[in-house]
């Protein structure tokens, strides 16, 4: 949560700050800003909303600089306003920061530096970092801010991405990282940082990624990494970065979500590509092999993820258990890290993250590896925290996901669990031939599928109109598609405020069914599968109190046609990869119910892309 981007060298820093806040707007959009040394003098601009009204409001100003930084904020601490925005000074006026993360002993901080006569402006975390930062650095005889840095975050409990400058020091930013990302980009005579690397991606490709605790000194010609405890020099780790520029971009959709949403035949590709044998169709997953012994012996495997990435983990445990008849437990992450759960050494624990920073789960893979459990990830974002802090894993390769609610993240986690589920039975020999080559086909004729199922999606639009001034919405489903009956209730409330709620379709009777009436749009999801007679029957209930059903339904499901009011087809598949159609129709959906309501699609209110904080 909220974005990082600052620029040292010889171009001008701002536009290169605008653009990169762009690019990092999913990650936080209440307020923006940004400091620049212009003529000497450290100016900070900084405004309430967008970047685009940070744009607005410097367009009047000098904004020429050689050095900046930038940050666009979802308020932790303090109300999203122009004061409690970001970049914050310290109150003697000598540094200049913006912070990512939270500061957890900020109150304890703060009382100390009041009784040192320290006044502050605003409510936030970030502007008691900036003066303990000047505190240390005065008392220490205005020496080095480096030093100061330093000496501050020995007393700092919480996360940061922090980025310092420091009027006595002008040709000079220093970086630091805790539990929340930052990258450095290497240019000629110059650095990039950012949150992620979508910012630096068209300047270099050569990045190192900060680790807990690493404190980077720049200036346009030096590079110095060290740590907060240690004066010592270490070595950076310099990566490449594969990402296109053009992954960041439109490509003409309207919004990223819908773009994302039509990417899905590629990106599902993308995840088997090389990892199913062409001709003996056999998985395999490189990632994993040093570790697969240790995975077959496991007694039962635990998924731990956070929204949309733990729907894809329901639909795992499903995979799992019936295929390779391992025990499997799916967790919220934000309940397991704090319940005291039973962790094994025989255990293995799965972590399931898009963004692969997503503190609960973080906090969760520390603490299972505390406990001797073998820790596995399925991330998207390469080189992300969870994918360095897990024993082992699989990337999902859907490629960068910008709009915040998430869309081909969860079909690529989805199709990656299905070969790991395919893996594993054949390990465990659980599997008949025939069902896992049935199993494999499908999957792979999934990218052609789903394209017949985008080229309906004028009918979805029509659909959506009808029900788009509804103010609740039921979703149901049964077996592998009630986890796609959460997520589609979950896609439409993030983007449209309507509130809906997914159920398996057997618990409708338990409480939900008392909701129902002809006001209520009822989504069922009703694809030819082993459940399909049992939710019929949950539709002639639906119907009997005159609900509105909404049907995704296979393909020539003349019954379901002639029985609902609107339906919404899929080709015929293998029911176990009929998630990955079936929810393609619902992403559509409350795609169009979003646009016709007037709602921000791409950046949904009080919503982040990368959940950092707990
Ligand atoms: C919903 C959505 C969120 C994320 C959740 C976990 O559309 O995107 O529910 O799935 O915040 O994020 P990751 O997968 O990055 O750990």
Redesign the pocket.
Known sequence: MCGIVAYIGTKNAYPILIKGLKRLEYRGYDSAGVALKVNGNTEIYKKKGKVSELENFCADKNTFSNIGIAHTRWATHGEPNDINAHPHRSMKGHFTIIHNGIIENYERLKKDLAAKNYSFYGETDSEILANLIEYMYVEDGMRSAEVAVRMALTRVVGAYGLVVMCNNEPNKLIAARKSSPLAIGLGEGEYYLASDATPIVEYTRNVVYLNDSDVAILTPDSFTLKTVQKDEEITPDVQRIEMSVGELEKNGFDHFMLKEIFDQPRTIADSFRGRIHPETKEVFLGGLNEVMPRIAEAKRIIII?????WHAALIGEYLVEEYAQVPVEVEYASEYRYRRPIIREDDVVLAI???G??AD?LAAIRLAKEKGALVLGICNVVGSSIARETHAGIYTHAGVEIG???TK?FTAQVTVLTLLAMRLARVHKAISDERYYNVINDLMAIPDKINLVLEKHEQIKQIAEKYKDNDNALYLGRGYLFPVALEGA??LK?ISYIHAEGYAAGEMKHGPIALVDSNIPVVVVAAKDRYYEKVVSNIQEVKARKGNIIAVVTEGDSLLRDMVEDIMEIPKSDEVVTPLLAVVPLQLFAYYISVSRGCDVDQPRNLAK??TVE
């Open positions: 993820a956070c929204g949309t990435s993250s898009q963004s920073e997503t789960t915040v609610a998430s993240a979950l896609k993030e990368s959940v």
